[in-house]
């Protein structure tokens, strides 16, 4: 199928995959950890057998996209390495070697009545997945949902359709390997965007959608979606620098922080300094964000002191730019008074995705963890940590600023739901 699918049949396409998917649930569900653990290990094995294939069919895409004018954040993302697919490989058995929560009844407590009452984890059972460019959340979705007992259907980019392919046939080798029904994970065949309207539709066969893109996409989708939505619209990340802080490692975190790699969620967009060691900072940070061809868009007070910098890329801030995720070679930067106005900065204009503050002070430290109001708040260390990979999930199905059921990385976890379970030697009701 492509982009001219008739409208019809793109209706009975999804009703089919809906179908598969919700029966292919049934047996996730009853799976065993011994099954569940075979498919994420004989994934990660096709991974690392099939790096040049999967090389070959993301070549296919990348030229396609360069010549349709993608930018170039984009075809960062869009871009496979064996790096990323090793990365792909290892995820998949860090989520091997975890324990399997499904099933797991906690907080068992015995009532006055004699019946014991406590909540068991339990899958969702079906979520859709809707995200662009980057084909490694082909394998991100589908290992997180093999480990926690769903089925899933993915729905990709149009630029990155014979990468998902090249991927999702892996996934189904896989499950097949195992025992496990290859409609557990199913990648919607075509690139007709009527799919997506159909996806968001069908609360009889989904019953969540994960959107992970850029913000018009999400933002369409928690318009139209009849069933419920995991999302973050954007990551306007900050980096706060302390007074007092160890100048040298806020230098080292705030570039990582900013340059290690610019085009993912997590990458800091703003920088906020106190005025205390502003002049100790800032002239040194500019220069190396100059240095790497950083524009920086400044305060007043920031710009005249970074604005004398050879090479520097200066510009002032307008209000828009204190809300901006770049995902490119640009930072806005604040001065602020301390830690209190850091705070209130924040929550004014983050978007409750990742935000950092480095300082030898762990009162302000301790005040940042408690009143920062975003899903992942750090102390000395780099943004561009808030990954579920890094954060010994395994992978990650997205990050989410909602602040019910799941928050933050999404891992396994926020893959389950609770039920409640209630044990008893037939007690009754008086």
Not at 29 to 47: G, I, V
Not at 85 to 91: L, M, R, S, V
Not at 131 to 156: F, W
Not at 410 to 429: D, F, I, M, N
Request: aromatic share 4%; proline share 5%.
């Amino acid at each position: 199928m492509n982009a001219a699918t008739p409208a019809e049949s793109v209706v009975e396409l999804m009703a089919t995959l809906g179908q598969q998917a919700r029966t292919a649930s049934a047996a996730m569900a009853r799976a065993t950890a011994a099954q569940k653990n075979a498919a994420l290990r004989a994934l990660a094995a096709l991974l690392r057998a099939h790096v040049q294939p999967l090389l070959a069919a993301n070549a296919v895409d990348l030229e396609r996209a360069r010549a349709e004018g993608l930018s170039e954040p984009m075809l960062d993302r869009l871009r496979l390495t064996p790096k990323v697919i090793e990365t792909c490989a290892q995820g998949c058995e860090q989520l091997a070697a975890m324990p399997d929560i499904i099933g797991e009844i906690i907080g068992l407590t015995q009532q006055p009545s004699g019946i014991r009452v406590g909540q068991m984890r339990v899958p969702i059972g079906v979520f859709g997945m809707i995200y662009e460019s980057r084909p490694n959340v082909t394998i991100e979705a589908a290992s997180l949902s093999i480990k926690s007992g769903n089925a899933c259907i993915l729905r990709g980019g149009s630029e990155a359709i014979e990468s998902n392919r090249a991927l999702s046939a892996l996934v189904q080798q896989a499950l097949e390997q195992a025992g496990l029904p290859s409609a557990a994970v199913q990648l919607v065949p075509t690139t007709d965007r009527a799919a997506v309207g159909q996806l968001i539709a069908m609360p009889e066969y989904v019953d969540v959608i994960i959107p992970r893109g850029g913000k018009g996409l999400i933002e369409r989708i928690s318009r139209e979606a009849k069933v419920p939505v995991i999302k973050h619209l954007d990551g306007n990340c900050h980096t706060y620098v302390d007074d007092p802080c160890d100048i040298e490692l806020a230098l080292r975190v705030t570039d990582n922080a900013k340059t290690q790699k610019f085009s993912p969620c997590n990458a800091t967009e703003s920088l906020l300094v106190a005025r205390g060691v502003a002049m100790a900072f800032l002239p040194r940070m500019g220069a190396i964000f100059a240095a790497k061809g950083v524009e920086m868009r400044c305060c007043p007070e920031a710009k005249a002191i970074v604005g004398v910098l050879p090479g520097a890329r200066v510009l002032d801030a307008r209000e828009d730019d204190w809300y901006a995720e770049y995902l490119a070679p640009i930072i806005s930067i604040k001065i602020v008074d301390g830690v209190d106005e850091a705070i209130a900065w924040i929550n004014r204009y983050s978007s409750h995705h990742t935000d950092a503050i480095l300082t030898t002070d762990w009162n302000h430290a301790q005040r940042f963890l408690r009143e920062v109001d975003s899903s992942s708040v750090m102390v000395n260390t780099s943004t561009r940590f808030a990954d579920g990979f890094e954060y010994g999930l395994g992978a990650e199905i997205g990050i989410s600023t909602d602040k019910f059921h799941a928050r933050g990385p999404v891992g396994v976890a926020g893959l389950t739901s609770l039920k409640y379970v209630v044990l008893g030697q037939g007690e009754v009701r008086t």
